[in-house]
Nanobody, 125 residues
Framework: QVQLAESGGGSVQAGGSLRLSCSAS?????????MAWFRQAPGKEREGVAV?????ETLYADFVKGRFTISRDKNALTLQMTSLQPEDTAVYYC????????????????????WGQGTQVTVSS
């Protein structure tokens, strides 16, 4: 089973930037998985941020369009976050779908079966 680990979270002021990374173990085929970033703020449901398919197709939640960029290389998934706002404060998770070489390009939690532990992002005003 794929095991995911996020890094790069931290505390920034509004308008700042952070870069999150996600690495995978338990597989040498990370590039064959559809991968996404989700986030969960205190008291709120987990919500999708961005997904990237194996062929590079991406989908972003409306609230991050133009500010966040999802990308991937052979061994890592990244989320470049700019113009951060206090409402972006959350625990950020990376996730994969279960099937190699297939991808439902969507931000529904139910489509994803492997999750990391999360990394905290805090944005102060």
């Amino acid at each position: 089973q794929v095991q995911l680990a996020e890094s790069g979270g931290g505390s920034v002021q509004a308008g700042g930037s952070l870069r999150l990374s996600c690495s995978a173990s338990g597989t040498t085929y990370m590039r064959r998985y559809c991968m996404a970033w989700f986030r969960q703020a205190p008291g709120k449901e987990r919500e999708g941020v961005a997904v990237i398919a194996q062929d590079g197709e991406t989908l972003y939640a409306d609230f991050v369009k133009g500010r966040f960029t999802i990308s991937r290389d052979k061994n890592a998934l990244t989320l470049q976050m700019t113009s951060l706002q206090p409402e972006d404060t959350a625990v950020y998770y990376c996730a994969t779908q279960s099937t190699m070489d297939g991808c439902v390009v969507a931000l529904n939690v139910a489509e994803y079966t492997s999750w990391g532990q999360g990394t905290q992002v805090t944005v102060s005003s």
